[in-house]
């Protein structure tokens, strides 16, 4: 379960050390954060081959996708220039990403108990 946690926190420091301005240790942990979601992504895609729900797998490669291209659209950014829309976005995007599976498991209705009923045993005459 920490591997699915690790890359979501990383990159949500990534987001606060960008809204902070320290746009160098952003950098640095969007990089951090693309290891960590690439073992999210193998995680939740062997969940998904073990039969145990596809959506965690199918977000968690999304996010990965989001996370790599930020990293890229941030190291192509010329220094000294703002933080490219792409690069904040990406990481934005890759949170919510995330955020589906428990957003899914929150919306899921409860569903109702079945309990088994007792046969009715054929009485001796």
């Not at 160098?24 to 693309?34: D, E, F, K, S, Y």
């Not at 999304?62 to 990481?91: D, H, K």
């Amino acid at each position: 379960m920490g591997s699915r946690l690790l890359a979501p926190g990383i990159a949500l420091g990534a987001l606060l050390a960008d809204a902070a301005g320290v746009h160098g240790l952003a950098l640095w942990l969007v990089l951090l954060a693309v290891p960590a979601a690439a073992a999210a992504a193998f995680v939740g895609v062997s969940d998904a081959l073990a039969g145990l729900g596809a959506m965690r797998g199918v977000t968690a490669s999304l996010a990965l996708v989001l996370l790599v291209v930020g990293s890229a659209a941030r190291e192509g950014a010329p220094r000294g220039a703002s933080v490219p829309a792409l690069a904040v976005s990406s990481v934005v995007l890759a949170l919510v990403c995330y955020g589906i599976p428990a957003l899914a498991w929150l919306l899921v209705p409860l569903r109702p108990v079945r309990t088994a009923r007792p046969t009715p045993r054929a009485s001796r005459a």
